[in-house]
């Protein structure tokens, strides 16, 4: 969508659209700009994960025991990106040229490197998932990605994405 509207694939999230104001219409004109025409800065933390690595090597070994599978960092990254997004629902929004669309749900995209490149398909209702439940879930949509087995829906109406730097060597 180019105005206000709810963009293509978002029709089943509930949303609130709160309308910019002159300010807040200028300042995105500027910072579109800017972000077109500057060069970037990044900049980079590091965060001890040693609590998380404690607390997952005592869940994959309880999950080990009952024949499930391991929960990744990146398990513990998505829990906590959704409580956030929770917390504050104006990161979980869409930017469009008349309003800010919240999304009243999570729909958690996950970049996932496939053979036929990146693609992000997302979990549904990712905000409700416990830990497990949402671990189980993104390596399911991963395998599902890598097996050429996604559906429109999967990939339609994600919110908000995230991707596993882990293989790069993040954690």
């Known amino acids: 969508s180019t105005g206000g509207g709810v963009p293509s694939g978002f029709e089943d999230l509930p949303v609130q659209a709160v309308a910019h104001s002159s300010a807040r219409r200028g300042t995105a004109k500027n910072l579109t ?9 990044t900049h980079e933390i590091q965060v001890d994960l040693s609590r998380v690595e404690a607390h997952r090597k005592d869940l994959n070994a309880t999950r080990a025991g009952q024949g499930l599978g391991k929960v990744s960092v990146l398990g513990f990254i ?7 997004l ?15 669309l919240r999304w009243g749900k999570v729909k958690l995209g ?6 036929q490149g990146l693609m992000v398909p997302g979990i549904v ?14 390596g399911g949509l991963a395998a599902r990605a890598r ?7 999967d990939m339609r109406g994600v919110t908000f994405t995230i991707s ?8």
């Open 86 to 100: 929770i917390a504050h629902p104006q990161l979980n929004a869409t930017f469009t040229e008349d309003a800010v």
């Open 125 to 138: 209702d990712a905000q409700n998932l416990t830990l497990p439940a949402l671990a189980d879930a993104i």
């Open 78 to 84: 998505a829990r906590a990106t959704c409580q956030g």
């Open 147 to 153: 097996n050429r087995e996604l559906t429109a829906a």
């Open 110 to 115: 996950i970049a996932v490197d496939t053979q």
């Open 164 to 171: 596993n730097a882990g293989p790069l060597g993040a954690w």
């Open 33 to 41: 700009r800017s972000w077109q025409t500057m060069p970037q800065l």
